[in-house]
């Protein structure tokens, strides 16, 4: 007892460490994780890239952006750095852009394996490049990422200022070149970039493994793999049914996950369950897979057994003619109904064809709140000149005899674009007129559909004029002098009607061109 105050002294001494100790231990905690979990995955290439930039800058998330400088950047040729900002959002890395009229290029040692590339663009005028102007083809090896891309077109189609195209390639030598090239046949046509990304990924998140038996291809025999040769663009990653998910609440990877309400096409009688509680076992699969409040929400078909039976849950999405897609579903039972296999069992159509006669997630998982996800690849055929068409997902429940309950669920959608050859360029959205035509254009001037609707018009008018005349002639028409009826009397009993009938000529008229007086 008589060793307390010396103890209890030196404590107080100490608690102001213990204090910082603490301090530092949980903001270190805040930083690793943005929802109590740790990141599960530490990516070795972490590169991001304030292009343009004079000095390292910090984005509202707390990650730090690198200056291009002389490391990454290629200085053979003269690129200009020209400072903006957009309006909204997070102005780091669309503060300041990288642009030039002549080929540029962009240098990054990283480690082999596959990868993520993100470039972020922010299509506005930066004084002398006027924002209509910025065609280029951007390239990695022999992978064409983006050709002849019209940068202010895509953000205008997507109605956002700023923007970010994602794409998964694998890197087998140790040096990644970015190539940026204006269009050559497009008068002051230029290249710009305002950020890049380089994230390294697992080997096997998306890619396949060399044992791995592949996954089904919609309407195919064969089953598909992903093989290391082949580029992968992002077209969708949605979280179902929750809401959106910034890079930084991602699983290491700065991956952004977004709302699905703009897809959904008639979720009308759909619920949003929610499990905030429940702690996923990822047993399964590998817990960087996605974050877990992606499988704490989900979107069902609801309680009513007999509406469920007569329609489908269904989103739909725009996407390039011409490719074939990876799908990829990610499903967690965590309703305390469905405990048991045969509880809930769907069908999967994709793109209107039975991806999975029988889905069952407790089946798959092995239990309630396990994570699991399905993989798909279907082939988005070309018809005709048609750029772009919808691929669509949609949900149904079994047969009432295969299921305890008529209804269907889904958390996770990730969509990506397969290379053919080597290319993920797809063509630029359709310029859209900022005001309608005038009116007042000349024949010559003009849009030439235009002209072939009115021409058609033009002369059905003349010919029902000229057929209108004649019938006019024909039955105004005087009698003849050589009839002996020159009187106006006799006119008159002859043609009761005429001065009451509308005709586009005078009865003075016609008599002139009758060859009367």
Same mark, same amino acid.
């Given at each position: 007892m008589k060793s307390f105050p010396k103890r209890y002294d030196s404590l107080q001494k100490k608690l102001p460490i213990l204090a910082l100790f603490h301090l530092t231990f949980l903001h270190s905690l805040t930083i690793s994780s943005d929802d109590g979990w740790p990141k599960p995955y530490s990516p070795h290439d972490n590169i991001a890239l304030d292009c343009g930039s004079t000095g390292n800058n910090t984005d509202l998330a707390g990650r730090s952006w690198l200056l291009d400088g002389t490391i990454y950047l290629d200085q053979s040729n003269k690129v200009s750095v020209i400072s903006s900002s957009p309006t909204k959002g997070d102005s780091i890395p669309y503060r300041t852009a990288r642009l030039s009229r002549s080929q540029f290029s962009y240098s990054f040692r990283v480690t082999p394996g596959p990868k993520f590339i993100r470039l972020h663009?922010?299509?506005?005028?930066?004084?002398?490049?006027?924002?209509?102007?910025?065609?280029?083809?951007?390239?990695?090896?022999?992978?064409?990422?983006?050709?002849?891309?019209?940068?202010?077109?895509?953000?205008?189609?997507?109605?956002?200022?700023?923007? #970010?195209?994602?794409?998964?390639?694998?890197?087998?030598?140790?040096?990644?070149?970015?190539?940026?090239?204006?269009?050559?046949?497009?008068?002051?046509?230029?290249?710009?970039? &305002?950020?890049?990304? !380089?994230? #390294?990924?697992?080997? &096997?998140?998306?890619?396949?493994?060399?044992?791995?038996?592949?996954?089904?291809?919609? &309407?195919?025999?064969?089953?598909?793999?992903?093989?290391?040769?082949?580029?992968?663009?992002?077209?969708?990653?949605? &979280?179902?049914?929750?809401? #959106?998910?910034?890079?930084?609440?991602?699983?290491?990877?700065?991956?952004?996950?977004?709302?699905?309400?703009?897809?959904?096409?008639?979720?009308?009688?759909?619920?949003?369950?929610?499990?905030?509680?429940?702690?996923?076992?990822? #047993?399964? !699969?590998?817990?960087?897979?996605?974050?877990?409040?992606?499988?704490?929400?989900?979107?069902?078909m609801g309680t009513n057994k007999t509406v469920n039976e007569n329609y489908r849950l269904t989103w739909e999405f725009r996407v390039d003619s011409g490719f074939t897609y990876f799908v990829r579903l990610h499903f967690c039972e965590f309703q305390v109904e469905i405990t048991e296999p045969g509880d809930r069992v769907f069908q999967i159509y994709i793109d209107n064809i039975v991806a999975e006669p029988q889905a069952d997630v407790i089946s798959w998982a092995g239990g309630r709140g396990v994570p699991v996800y399905r993989d798909y690849a279907v082939m988005i055929g070309r018809a005709g000149t048609e750029k772009k068409r919808n691929v669509s997902i949609a949900l149904h429940p079994a047969p009432a005899w295969r299921t305890k309950y008529s209804d269907a669920i889904l958390n996770g959608v990730e969509i990506f674009k397969l290379s053919n050859d080597g290319n993920l360029a797809g063509p630029n959205p359709d310029r859209i007129p900022i005001r309608p035509p005038d009116s007042s254009l000349s024949p010559a001037t003009m849009p030439h559909n235009k002209r072939t609707t009115i021409f058609p018009i033009v002369i059905g008018v003349f010919s029902g004029f000229a057929a209108l005349s004649l019938l006019c002639f024909l039955i105004f028409r005087p009698k003849s002098r050589v009839e002996g009826s020159g009187s106006s009397e006799g006119s008159s009993s002859r043609y009761p009607f005429r001065s009451s009938l509308w005709c586009p000529f005078s009865y003075k008229d016609y008599s002139s061109l009758d060859g009367s007086g």
């Open positions: 663009f922010y299509p506005t005028s930066y004084q002398e490049f006027n924002r209509s102007n910025a065609f280029f083809d951007v390239h990695i090896g022999r992978y064409f990422l983006l050709r002849n891309f019209g940068a202010a077109l895509t953000a205008d189609d997507l109605k956002s200022e700023v923007f #970010s195209r994602e794409f998964c390639i694998n890197v087998d030598d140790q040096k990644l070149n970015i190539l940026f090239t204006p269009n050559p046949f497009m008068p002051d046509s230029y290249a710009f970039i &305002n950020g890049i990304e !380089i994230v #390294s990924m697992p080997n &096997n998140l998306y890619y396949s493994a060399e044992d791995d038996s592949g996954f089904n291809f919609v &309407n195919q025999v064969k089953p598909y793999h992903i093989l290391k040769n082949q580029a992968l663009e992002t077209v969708y990653r949605l &979280n179902i049914g929750g809401s #959106s998910i910034s890079p930084a609440q991602d699983t290491g990877m700065y991956r952004s996950w977004s709302e699905d309400d703009d897809y959904l096409t008639n979720g009308e009688h759909s619920v949003l369950p929610v499990n905030l509680r429940m702690n996923p076992s990822f #047993s399964v !699969i590998p817990n960087y897979s996605s974050p877990v409040s992606v499988y704490r929400t989900a979107r069902t």
